[in-house]
């Protein structure tokens, strides 16, 4: 009987184990649910406050001492920089920012065009998680979020 007592009550024991072990999986969502999902940065972080420092007839290490090296520079276009940054949330949308420069024959900065640049650096991160172009600037001015922005230095 006592055997018999104990078997049942380790079942009982495994059963309630592995019942409480399926609702809790079942119900987690959200960002700290299962799978993780780790969040993807890549390319190259511009400013706002270096592309302030770019000029018409700067050299290319000029201009790559102030941005930074380039993303890609095409084989076909060699007088072509391109500055992507792509970030993706482990929950979220994800970003997309693009800055090109285009130099002329003498290898002196052109012009250059591009998305709206952060003025955070990334380690910033929860403003990075937020951030959608011009939003910033609305988030910045928003005291309800109790998110905390730290532009760059002027």
């Known amino acids: 009987m006592n055997k018999l007592y104990s078997a049942l009550r380790l079942h009982k024991g495994l059963l ?3 019942v409480a072990v399926a609702a809790l999986t079942a119900c987690s969502s959200g960002k700290w649910g299962f799978p993780y999902k780790a ?5 190259n972080w511009v400013t706002a406050e270096q592309v302030a420092l770019l000029q018409p007839g700067m050299s290319s290490d000029q201009v790559r001492y102030a ?4 993303t890609l520079i095409d084989m076909f276009h060699p007088n072509r920089w391109e500055y992507a940054y792509y970030f993706k949330p482990g929950y979220g949308d994800p970003v997309l920012r693009k800055f090109t420069v285009w130099f002329d024959e003498n290898g002196l900065l052109r012009h250059w ?10 380690s910033d991160f929860a403003t990075q998680q937020q951030w959608k172009g011009d939003k910033v600037e609305e988030m910045a001015s928003d005291k309800t979020s109790g998110m905390t922005i730290t532009p760059l230095q002027e």
């Open 39 to 43: 969040p993807l940065q890549q390319g």
């Open 113 to 122: 065009e591009g998305d709206p640049q952060p003025n955070f650096q990334p």
């Open 67 to 70: 941005l930074g090296s380039p």
């Open 16 to 18: 309630t184990s592995l």
